[in-house]
């Protein structure tokens, strides 16, 4: 490639947007503050524009499309504003189930965050020291955040079936089992410990496993990367006094983990709430499993309800926004402190 | 002996067993994968608890049914493979195309708004996949654009731009100011400073977010399923194994199959640049 395209481009970009000489007029140079602001403003345009045209304008008519009558069919001749009409509302909150899967959208992402932060604070820890074979094992510990969600939920399928999954077999063989029990499709699964009989979620469960299990490597990498920035000073300085690991982790590394901790807890609570395709692909959304972004999917497929959808949607991305109001009142803090 | 004492052999061993119970929940299922696909349903139906694949049960059957097009009577995946890889370049290029000059900008230069502009990009990281769904789905059913190819990609970069955007300016920050100064002093403009120094500089930052992008392009599911599941010929790999799924008559060794295909060409793209992925992700998570 030669240079002189480059060189005409450059050429005209000076001519339109150098203040670098004094205009005609006779005004003083720009200062170096006004030149910044406006090279920032021509930088941050493109950007600006591709984001407010494949994302803040499709969400704003989300907000439109929730408050008017539209199904597919009809949305070819529809204007940007129909009639308004809360009946999308009515139906969203009138349907079957509507709370329940709401609560069924809170158990999951609370569950889901909590162990996947869990799970890879514990791997952090583990893995902090360095030891033969710990890079590739810190590298294989990402594969289930890389790998394809379509791959990783298929072999939970297989594993976890009852007909030829390796799980149930494994079940048999070690704690002998007597029934294979159905991990996906099990609603309540009764369980009898010291004479109570109860009922667990099982289903439930067992999706909230899978996003633990896919998500611990975000946090791990997270945590680790942060542990690793704790100064050594600090810890030996306990040592020397004689505390114990317990005492170490709880009095230097916890409160020093503590704001990457709750950035990991808005981040994984946010897009864990939001999350339609590993619930979908390993029950469908049955079994006591119906997260509130798959019904969003099934109004929008099964009945080409657009405006039902649109409102589904809305409620989830409001309910979300109060959660995270509450979130930040209280624990606002630790999150600014991270992020800033 | 002492609490401390105790409590040092107590987590010494502790760490073994976690070290052990993390390496099983992490390459098992990958292995079990691999493994599914090499034998024949008949010997998974016949012993399902088996962690091996005995010489004389080994096949490669399941990848030739799954690769083979359609007219030949497999599953076409290489069909698959192809519009995957086409669908996740192009939002790479796309994406980053719109993403650095925004972050270059929101790193370095102090504009009026800057601050609300880039609080502005980190919050539509956060907005839900959901509500942009609908929108799009109805955008593109209008435009004709729905069962697209360049229409998912575009799809595609909506849901990337924004981490594009904050892994890009995580970067750039640590990069000297005063390198700049000593291009403009040499004569050379933004664009020309952007674009002869910053860039270059910034290398594998950019090919660290054009991996992740990729990632993301090359593993969704939901923006695939809504836009291409009535056109056979222009399925993603994703898309089409889960279509395959639903086909009672398509053993699940050749399902497993198909996940690997899908899953290989991510994991050989990720160890190729693990460390410059991970670290391009968590930079600024370490500072406090």
Redesign the interface.
Known sequence: MTTAP?DT??RR??GDG?PDRPTEDGRRPMTA?RR??????A??S???V??LV??????L??VL?AFQH?R?VD??GMGLFGHWTLDNFDQVFGSAGFWSSLGTTLLYTVGATFGSIALGL??A???RKP?RGRGL?R??????Y???????S???E??LSP????V???GR?LFGWDDPIAFLSTRAYEVHLLGLHFDIPLALLTVIAFET?RYF?FAF??IL??L??VPDGLEEAALVD?????QRFRHILLP?LM??IA?LCV?RF??T??K??DV??LTGGGAGTDVA?VR??DF??ARYD?GA??AQ??V??VA?MILMGLYFKFFGNKVQ???S | MSRAQFEERFFGVLRWIVIAFLAVITVLPFYYMLLLSLKPIDALLLDPGSLWVSTKDFTLSTYRDVLRSTDDGGQGFLKFLLNSALVSLGTVALTLLAAVPGAYAISRLKFFGHRQVSALFLAVYLFPATLLAVPLFVVFAKLHLSSSLVGLAIVYVAQTVPVAIYMLKNYLVTIPYSIEEAAALDGLSRLQTLRKVILPLALPSLMATGLYVFMIAWNEFLFALLFLAADPGKWTVPLGLAQLSNGVEVPKTVLMAGSVVLTIPVILLFFAAERMLTEGLTSGADKS
């Not at chain 1, 590298?139 to 289930?144: C, E, G, N």
């Not at chain 1, 890389?146 to 990783?152: E, F, H, K, L, N």
């Not at chain 1, 007909?163 to 390796?166: E, L, M, N």
């Not at chain 1, 004689?242 to 317990?246: D, L, M, R």
């Open positions: 480059a481009g450059q970009h000076t150098s503050s910044a602001n406006r090279a920032g403003l930088f941050v493109p950007t600006f591709v984001v494949v994302v803040i304008l499709p969400i008519w989300t499309l539209a597919l949305i070819q514990i791997a820890l583990a893995l030891f094992l590298a294989a510990m990402l594969l289930p890389v790998a394809p969600v379509v791959a990783v298929f072999v939970w297989v594993a007909q030829y999954g390796i149930n077999e494994w063989r299990w490597p990498l997270f990367a942060r690793q920035a004689g505390a114990t690991p317990t020093q704001p990457v950035l981040l946010i897009l709430f939001n339609f395709d979908y692909l972004a969003v999917y929008l497929t657009v959808a649109a949607a809305l989830l991305a979300l402190e991270e992020s």
